[in-house]
């Protein structure tokens, strides 16, 4: 639920970016400043001593890495809402800091209200996260399901690969040996091993599996 009034704390390297964010707060009615600091370990003790609701940290910090920084805030402070405010865009990183319990990511060339939309969407429950690295994260899925799957496919051989394209499409083992001029016994034992070698038990299963991975 959003407080009527959010008390705000900044923790930045950089006196200009905290400045600059404390003064856009404050032309805004519902924010009060109620403290900044240059490194983690200042933001850690001075936290304490205010009601903060909100933090808004730069993800590099000098003494203590973000990730850390973050699950110590949030053990001691559960209620209080954590953005984090950087350049960078790294998958791992982000992952990290989502699971030390951040409530949004924020990259510091978006605008003000962006930053205005994340804090809304923070004490709405919700964790925001810049559109440039939503992008990113699903491209990054994509991309490892892809991988996934054609690690997947170098366990089998050539031979075994062209045999399962057929079997799904299909084919019988009269057909595919007719196909690949081998024998229906010989595309049956290839297709024996296959299915071994992907753990599969029936037809079904693998046009199940080829329908996942992109054969159909």
Do not use: W
């Not at 000098?62 to 850390?68: G, I, N």
């Not at 804090?119 to 709405?124: C, E, L, Q, V």
């Not at 496919?153 to 075994?160: D, G, I, K, P, V």
């Not at 038990?201 to 693998?206: G, P, Q, S």
Request: with cysteine; proline share 2%.
């Amino acid at each position: 639920m959003l407080p009527e009034i959010i008390k705000v704390f900044i923790t930045d390297e950089h006196t200009v970016m905290r400045e600059g964010l404390k003064e856009l707060f404050l032309k805004n009615g519902n924010f009060e400043f109620c403290g900044e600091s240059e490194t983690a370990n200042g933001a850690l003790e001075n936290i304490r001593k205010f009601e903060t609701h909100l933090l808004l940290a730069e993800a590099r910090l000098p003494d203590l890495p973000a990730a850390e920084f973050v699950r110590r805030l949030k053990k001691e402070h559960p209620n209080l809402k954590i953005i984090i405010l950087t350049h960078l865009d790294n998958d791992f990183f982000l992952q990290e800091l989502l699971e030390a319990g951040i409530d949004g990511f924020i990259i510091k060339n978006n605008s003000f209200s962006d930053i205005l939309r994340a804090i809304r969407s923070a004490f709405d429950g919700n964790i925001f996260m810049s559109p440039e690295i939503t992008k990113n994260l699903v491209r990054g899925h994509i991309l490892k399901k892809q991988s996934e799957s054609k690690s997947i496919f170098n366990l089998l051989t050539a031979r075994e690969n062209e045999i399962l394209k057929l079997l799904v499409e299909g084919h019988s083992n009269h057909d595919i040996g007719k196909k690949l001029d081998i024998s229906a016994y010989t595309a049956k034992k290839h297709r024996t091993n296959l299915m071994k070698k992907l753990d599969i038990h029936n037809l079904a299963e693998l046009t199940r599996f080829a329908m996942k991975n992109g054969l159909l």
